[in-house]
């Protein structure tokens, strides 16, 4: 897989970390930035609301995010590939395993980053609490390691570390202002990290702290306020031991970069990076110790500090009345702290990291050999006229070469798990070993849409989506079945993400164009002049006419409306015969006429379709359709294969036949009485049949050859590279 830039997620609080690289990455050309997510960040993220953020970071960066159960599966996902991989938390710690794991065992061709996660971070800079829980031997395998300032203000680096490590400051100064929350009611916010080692010193220092919140909550609920209480994003603390809380308590959940810091009044927290975030807000700050004075909070020297209610009601007071007081001490402590709290310095760190460890010369997705890989739900019809026929000469000699993803063949390896996880590594892992310079979504609804779509942006290969039917609106009179298939909300959304972000959308028809026009598609779409080709099989001959014949797959309701016109034409011509070649069950109407009505099993593979189809010796074809905004933009597919295999046609009119069938090339009727004139002059003038399906014919072999529909798909792929 040829990754550029990847994301290690281990732990929840990672992904606070690494968004702001992302975002960066995604703007440089060639970086193909992508997430590997281990197993343990899914079993601790609960809730799934992490990884939705994941999806959402993945949609506005075009980032594929890739789920491993260990580390040795996420090796193999970088095998035969470089460029350089970022980790928010690793070290030689048992909550880092995942990730030191994957960087001491990481191939050559990666450069490895470790980034400082927190103001007080172990091996950086540790408080006692942390030297009494790990030690003082913290170490990474790291090739770089990103810390929020110079090694002189990080006391707990080692001798052999500090030679790897570069201030860059901390990520979140790369984020973009979240939306405002000052429409809202003003509060206070109370942020716990109740798991952290520090509250495990000495004491019952997790009560002592929920005991000051609620009392506070108590002291301002007679003034009608609220208080805010955002739990720490790994600890979830209040939330997993189900915290009893105060009715005018806040829960603010949200990840810290939607979070509008400066709309609070004030902020406290127990010794936490969050301090900084608040600090990096511009408001009233005050760290939260024990009265005691167990708690190690040294390194928030300068800043002010509270132990019970009554401090916090003061601390809360000044800063509404005299917010200034607090952000002039605050400002002298982040000059003190030699934090890099510059995001144009902090951009320009990252971007030059990540530009020197890419290989710039190489163009991926760039091959001088033609391969499409073609999606779609099921090898049906549609693919098999209008790409696999026209584009056989061309795969057989050598010139292109194709391949074939199903949502059949997905549903046959996964079964129920067709849509999850899994089955997302398989389609992935086919694009990495196929490396296609095209990939053809063809009437596709199916899963993993958007997967792919990440991964040819990722890549630089073109996606282009082709569709003969308006799959957003497909009605009832198709049966019950096909109705509930087709109008599932998961299927509308693949298909309408399809038009919308495709490259190229190629639609079968013009009418279908503008229909999608009409429903405010505004992607790049152009339409086909031809759907279907066909070489004459059978040429016209002149015969005695008896055998008549539908062609068809799911469409009774079209066969309905010329049923009374049919059953007419077999009564009065005795020696007619009626086939019907598809899926369609014989109707109730034909039942008495007996072996007169042929059924023919349909045949799914199309190059055999079509031999079977011409030795059934037809004399005349029908195509009847229910005149609806459904059938407006369908295509003239039975006109085509039935002039093929050498016989006339008889067709509803004012539909997609009243073109081809033009100059006498078919017979266009309105109502049952005109199929069963039509019918009836054709039967009887064997001349007229010949006449008809000559001109017929000759109007095949002049517009709808294969080498016709062979040149306009490939102008449809070169259009698409032509943005």
């Not at 960066?24 to 050309?29: R, Y």
């Not at 007081?325 to 890099?340: R, T």
């Amino acid at each position: 897989m040829q990754h550029k830039v990847i994301f290690l997620m281990n732990l929840l609080q990672d992904v606070n970390i690494l968004r702001p690289l992302i975002n960066l990455a995604a703007k440089i050309e060639n970086s193909y930035p992508t997430i590997i997510q281990s197993k343990d960040f899914t079993i601790r993220d609960t809730s799934k609301s992490w990884q939705s953020e994941l999806c959402d970071i993945a949609l506005a960066t075009g980032a594929i995010v890739q789920q491993v159960d260990d580390e040795i599966e996420a090796l193999h996902l970088l095998e035969g590939s470089g460029g350089i991989v970022f980790a928010a938390s690793e070290s030689n710690l048992p909550p880092h395993r995942f990730t030191h794991n994957i960087f001491k065992m990481l191939s050559d061709d990666y450069v490895s980053v470790t980034l400082q996660h927190g103001f007080e971070c172990v091996g950086f800079s540790q408080s006692v609490q942390h030297n009494l829980s790990y030690g003082a031997n913290v170490y990474w395998s790291a090739d770089v390691v990103c810390a929020w300032t110079d090694t002189a203000n990080l006391p707990s680096i080692s001798a052999l570390q500090s030679q790897k490590v570069l201030p860059f400051g901390p990520t979140f100064v790369l984020n973009e202002p979240p939306l405002s929350d000052r429409c809202n009611e003003r509060t206070g916010l109370i942020c716990e990290n109740l798991h952290s080692v520090r509250m495990s010193a000495s004491g019952d220092l997790k009560n002592e702290f929920m005991a000051t919140f609620e009392s506070f909550c108590s002291a301002v609920a007679s003034q009608k306020k609220k208080v805010t209480l955002r739990p720490h994003p790994g600890g979830q603390y209040v939330l997993k031991n189900k915290v009893k809380l105060p009715k005018n308590a806040v829960i603010n959940n949200e990840p810290i970069y939607k979070v509008d810091l400066s709309s609070f009044t004030f902020g406290v927290s127990a010794p936490s990076s969050i301090l900084i975030d608040m600090l990096y807000a511009k408001i009233p700050v005050a760290v939260w110790v024990d009265e005691q004075g167990v708690m190690d909070h040294s390194n928030y020297r300068g800043l002010e500090t509270i132990s019970n209610a009554k401090e916090m009601e003061l601390f809360s007071q000044r800063a509404e009345s005299n917010p200034e007081y607090f952000l002039a001490k605050q400002k002298v402590f982040l000059e003190n702290s030699g934090l890099i709290l510059n995001a144009r310095e902090g951009a320009k760190n990252f971007v030059n990291l990540i530009m020197n460890s890419l290989t710039t010369n190489e163009k991926h997705g760039e091959t001088s050999e033609e391969k499409v890989l073609f999606i779609a739900n099921d090898m049906i019809p549609t693919l098999q006229l209008s790409f696999i026929k026209p584009l056989r000469t061309l795969v057989e000699r050598g010139d292109m070469l194709c391949e074939y993803l199903t949502e059949k063949e997905l549903k046959d390896e996964f079964g129920g798990l067709a849509s999850a996880s899994i089955s997302q590594r398989y389609v992935v892992r086919r694009l990495d070993e196929f490396r296609p310079s095209k990939i053809v979504f063809c009437r596709y609804s199916g899963p993993h849409a958007v997967s792919v779509r990440l991964w040819a942006l990722q890549n630089n290969v073109p996606v282009l989506f082709h569709i003969d039917d308006d799959l957003l609106n497909v009605p009832l009179s198709l049966g019950r079945a096909k109705f509930e298939q087709h109008n599932s909300p998961q299927r509308v959304k693949t298909v309408r993400y399809l038009l919308d972000h495709a490259d190229l959308v190629y639609c079968s028809t013009q009418p279908l164009l503008k229909k999608f026009e009409a429903q405010s598609v505004q992607n790049r779409m152009v339409s086909g002049d031809i759907y279907c080709s066909a070489d004459v099989a059978v040429p016209a001959y002149e015969r005695k006419v008896k055998k008549l014949g539908y062609m068809g797959f799911d469409h009774s309701h079209d066969l309905d409306t010329v049923l009374d016109a049919i059953v007419r034409i077999l009564n009065e011509y005795p020696e007619t015969t009626f086939s019907m070649f598809g899926t369609i069950p014989k109707p109730e109407k034909l039942k008495s006429f007996g072996e007169r009505i042929i059924m023919i099993e349909p045949v799914r593979d199309y190059k055999l379709f079509l031999e079977t189809f011409a030795d059934l010796s037809w004399d005349i074809g029908i195509c009847p359709l229910v005149v609806d905004e459904f059938n407006k933009v369908k295509a003239n597919t039975k006109w085509v294969e039935y002039t093929s295999i050498g016989a006339a046609v008889v067709a509803t009119k004012n539909t997609v036949y009243d073109d081809c069938g033009a100059d006498g090339c078919a017979i266009l009727a309105e109502n049952n009485e005109q199929w069963y004139d039509g019918l009836k002059a054709l039967i009887e003038s064997p001349a007229a049949h010949y006449k008809q399906l000559k001109k017929a014919q000759q109007k095949l072999e002049s517009y709808y050859n294969v080498n016709t529909l062979t040149k306009q798909v490939m102008t449809m792929f070169q259009r698409l590279t032509d943005k």
